[in-house]
């Protein structure tokens, strides 16, 4: 079964200046072979690419604002994407959610993703 399953983000609730990481592991496909994306959905606002991590371009930020804060990898071994995220902002509360792309070359444009993950909600408060 071709799926991604998420993972990670200890309930979901941590306070500004916080850390998370997410875990994103594919069965059915190697996401070494993709294009893999984080993306997020925070409320009353529109899906936004975040971070993407490819072989052929290596991790590409969508957001200025994750810049210095969120890293992406990915350990081949393990057939898994993460998400490192750090001195989190009350602005980073969202469902993140990861997504895989055939193509292999990284997009922020979520409609030509294969695969997502399940989602996993973000929120960042005191």
């Known amino acids: 079964q071709l799926q991604l399953v998420q993972s990670g983000g200890g309930g979901g609730l941590v306070q500004p200046g916080g850390s998370l990481r997410l875990s994103c592991a594919a069965s059915g496909f190697t996401v070494e072979n993709y294009a893999m994306t984080w993306f997020r959905k925070a409320p009353g606002k529109e899906r936004e690419g975040v971070l993407c991590i490819s072989s052929r371009e290596g991790s590409i930020y969508y957001l200025d604002a994750v810049k210095g804060r969120f890293t992406i990898s990915r350990d081949n071994a393990k057939n898994t994407v993460y998400l490192q995220m750090n001195s989190l902002k009350p602005e980073d509360t969202a469902v993140y959610y990861c997504?895989?792309?055939?193509?292999?070359?990284?997009?922020?444009?979520?409609?030509?993703?294969?695969?997502w993950g399940q989602g996993t909600p973000v929120t960042v408060s005191s």
């Open positions: 997504a895989a792309d055939s193509v292999a070359y990284c997009s922020s444009y979520a409609g030509g993703y294969d695969y």
